[in-house]
């Protein structure tokens, strides 16, 4: 299995940056995916996450209302659409894969991890 996630940056405060995670491997279908990040210091902490069909989503409450997660089981990607960001959004973020979970706010949740994409917010 292997998830290859991208499109990390530096980015000013109050822009956008849209990671994607590119899933092989595994039967996307079947594995609710999300997204993690870990900034220096500080503990992997859940970020966003989607149902298998993507008819529900959860956030972090840091992010709702900022972030945006979706995904296209046909292509076996899964977006996360950042706006408004701060700089206390700075961090490696990691996509996850966890096979027929209903939840993913726990890192015991998932069963796979990608590579991680710095996200880089300045002031």
């Known amino acids: 299995v292997q998830l290859q996630a991208s499109g990390g940056g530096l980015v000013q405060a109050g822009g956008s940056l849209r990671l994607s995670c590119a899933g092989s491997?595994?039967?996307?279908?079947?594995?609710?995916m999300g997204w993690f990040r870990q900034a220096p210091g500080k503990e992997r902490e859940f970020v966003a996450a989607?149902?298998?069909?993507?008819?529900?989503?959860s956030y972090a409450d840091s992010v709702k209302g900022r972030f945006t997660i979706s995904r296209d089981n046909e292509k076996n990607t899964v977006t996360l659409q950042m706006n408004s960001l701060k700089p206390e959004d700075t961090a490696v973020y990691y996509c996850?894969?966890?096979?027929?979970?209903?939840?993913?706010?726990?890192?015991?949740?998932?069963?796979?991890w990608g590579q991680g994409t710095q996200v880089t917010v300045s002031s």
């Open positions: 996850a894969a966890g096979r027929l979970r209903f939840t993913m706010t726990s890192i015991r949740s998932v069963d796979y």
């Open positions: 989607i149902m298998w069909r993507g008819d529900s989503t």
């Open positions: 491997g595994l039967t996307f279908s079947s594995y609710m």
